[in-house]
């Protein structure tokens, strides 16, 4: 991914022909806080400028299941993760300082099982747990915390611009830097072993991760058409290392482990949404009809949800009915089926249907989105602001909760309560002076009480002095 690799670019010290880096000290290098802002901050410009960034809830806590699975087992796990994916071919994934881990979609589809996909997300929580990136960073004793906010917006210049990204660095850091491209062969081989342990501790297939790497190695052998892995860019692949992740599985009682039923949901709702829509259809069409699946209801429910962005909500009702006689089940299989209402022009059948599904499955987050914005389309705010309130008094970092509490807010003309729940976005994003600004508009709005307005002002000082001492913190560091 080009995103990674002028990250890396930018950070990453000259490895080749030095010494080994020291990893015995897993503090080294950057503070945990400011290594979780600058990840916020390229989390900011990948979320709102980057179109590749897959605003989908139910991959998103697909991946958040899957890799908060291997980081409960990940040696020196002490910081929150945050999984998303990138719609992009390639067969990528990467981690960012703080603990966000993006993955390509390319990746999941490219992986014959599960252990495949959790085996490479297990190698990218190691690096993070383990603080690769912090301690590159931190070893960049000329980049202070202004350059390396500067240099985020190159960052994301290089995903889509890579002809302007070496300007975009200089400009922003001011001298050329002496970088390498890859992390060190001793931070490839700790990633590799660490995440060899929570793979095996999560009960996934350990000899996924040799598998998966002999298979990106062969990737090696195509030409460099944008089909090449791009985490051989980033993450070399070499002989050593397949062999050392097959003999440590070779030292192991052999354990299957059974693909998730969402596994195959998510790469089957993958394959549905990509390219051209009547394309999507005749794949699925000929899947089923030649039997050319690993999993039926999967492939029926794939075959729905390309009858659905197809605009024929008629046919992907009745192949929703098939799914389901073959064994789909589950909150994405009731996720489509709303989606089937709502394409039908049933908007309260689709809410009826979500609030039947949500209290089924109450900890389906996506249940929860979905159910909310249906309530609100369908003009139900006071209904939806019952449902988000009771949902934030327990989620309460959820940042699309509180972006769909300000969204019901302002429908019912409470502009309070509007900008103060945006300011809650905007804290949880990392960007206080917005957060700060929004809490000001809410002291000018006019229509809140006395409460209101004192609940405001404490948050309002809280953020203040928070937004003083990051920039105090910066001042000291210059």
């Not at 009960?203 to 991760?209: P, Q």
């Not at 908007?347 to 987050?365: C, D, M, N, V």
């Amino acid at each position: 991914m080009r995103l990674l690799v002028l990250f890396l670019a930018i950070f990453a010290p000259a490895t080749f022909g030095q010494p080994l880096p020291d990893l015995g000290g897993g503090d080294a290098g950057l503070a945990p806080q400011v290594e979780r802002r600058i990840g916020e901050s390229i989390m900011r410009d990948i979320r709102f400028r980057d179109p590749s960034y897959l605003d989908d809830p139910e991959i998103a806590d697909y991946l958040g299941s899957l890799g908060g699975r291997l980081a409960q087992n990940a040696a020196g796990a002490r910081t929150d993760f945050e999984f998303f994916a990138i719609r992009d071919h390639t067969i990528n994934a990467f981690a960012l300082p703080g603990g966000f881990v993006g993955v390509h979609t390319g990746l999941i589809s490219a992986a014959e099982n599960e252990s495949e996909v959790a085996s490479v997300l297990a190698h990218e929580i190691a690096h993070v747990t383990q603080r690769h990136i912090a301690r590159m960073l931190g070893q960049q004793q000329q980049m202070q915390l202004p350059v390396l906010a500067a240099l985020a917006a190159a960052i994301l210049l290089g995903r889509s611009r890579p002809d302007l990204a070496s300007g975009a660095v200089a400009a922003a850091s001011g001298a050329a830097v002496q970088t390498q491209l890859s992390y060190s062969r001793d931070y490839e081989r700790e990633a590799d072993r660490i995440g060899f342990q929570a793979l095996e501790a999560s009960g996934f297939d350990v000899h996924s991760m040799g598998t998966f790497f002999e298979k990106m190695q062969r990737g090696t052998r195509l030409a460099d058409d944008g089909t090449f892995p791009g985490y051989l860019r980033t993450h070399p692949v070499t002989t050593e290392r397949i062999a050392d992740a097959q003999n440590r599985a070779g030292g192991l009682p052999y354990k299957q482990h059974l693909d998730s039923a969402e596994f195959q949901l998510v790469r089957a709702k993958l394959r549905a949404e990509s390219g051209d829509a009547r394309d999507a259809v005749e794949y699925f069409q000929g899947s089923v009809r030649d039997r050319r699946y690993a999993s039926e209801s999967a492939a029926r429910y794939g075959l729905a949800s390309a009858l659905l962005r197809a605009r024929r909500a008629k046919g992907a009702q009745a192949e929703l009915v098939r799914a389901r006689a073959a064994g789909a089940a589950g909150p994405m299989v009731e996720g489509l089926a709303a989606r089937v209402r709502l394409g039908l022009g049933d908007r309260a059948g689709a809410a009826t249907l979500l609030g039947e599904a949500h209290a089924k499955f109450p900890h389906s987050r996506p249940l929860l989105y979905a159910h909310a914005e249906t309530l609100q389309d369908a003009g139900r705010h006071q209904q939806a602001q019952t449902l988000l309130s009771d949902s934030l008094r327990l989620h309460p970092r959820d940042t699309r909760l509180h972006t769909l509490q300000a969204r019901n807010y302002a429908a019912l003309g409470k502009r309070l309560l509007q900008h103060q729940s945006q300011a809650e976005v905007y804290v949880l994003q990392g960007s206080l002076p917005a957060a700060i600004e929004q809490l000001q508009l809410a002291r000018a709005a006019g229509d809140g009480d006395f409460y209101q307005l004192s609940v405001v002002d404490a948050r309002l000082k809280e953020l203040r002095g928070q937004h003083a001492q990051e920039l105090k913190d910066k001042i000291e560091k210059r």
